[in-house]
């Protein structure tokens, strides 16, 4: 009896990491389905970039306007109740012209929205190790265009990372 109670714990516990491993796999992705259905012509006109964020897949080159956002953004990143070490980036946003100027008169609002994004990405170890790699900035700008489309509106086509510096204190 008492060697097959931890034979019955493993089991256990490799059906249960089975399990969580099934519940939390990634979902397919919009362009994924297209890709597999043969349907791609039919599915060009949104992809999802993994936050429940549909975005265009490519903006009309003729209706874009890029604003670059006047100052940098400096986010702390903190490590046993210190700072470790300091992210600064630089970001612009890709609207419409018409759109453009909405973007500098609530400048101040938005500015206030993608520093909450980058507070909990810095937070959530987000800026640790190799933070510059490809899912960690598509979940970055994933959820600094979200942020942007609940402050400003769906004319927000994607908020582009034109500079990002981190500065180990």
Do not use: W
């Amino acid at each position: 009896m008492g060697k097959l109670v931890p034979l019955l714990l493993a089991i256990a516990g490799l059906a249960i990491g089975a399990g969580t491993g099934l519940v939390l796999r990634p979902a397919e992705s919009t362009a994924e389905v297209c890709v597999e259905t043969g349907h791609g012509s039919n599915c060009d006109a949104a992809v999802e970039d993994g936050h429940g964020v549909e975005t265009e897949a490519e903006p009309d080159p003729n209706n874009v306007y890029y604003v670059k956002l006047s100052k940098q953004f400096v986010v702390p990143v903190v490590k046993d109740n210190k700072v470790a070490s300091l992210v600064v980036m630089s970001l612009s946003i890709e609207t419409t012209p018409a759109v453009g100027e909405v973007v500098f008169q609530r400048e101040p609002k938005l500015r206030d929205a993608l520093l909450g994004v980058m507070f909990l990405h810095a937070n959530s170890g987000g800026f640790d190790g190799q933070f510059t790699g490809g899912e960690a900035m598509r979940d970055l700008r994933g959820s600094l265009l979200e942020a942007a489309r609940d402050v400003i509106g769906d004319d927000i086509y994607s908020v582009l990372v034109t500079d990002i510096l981190r500065q180990d204190v």
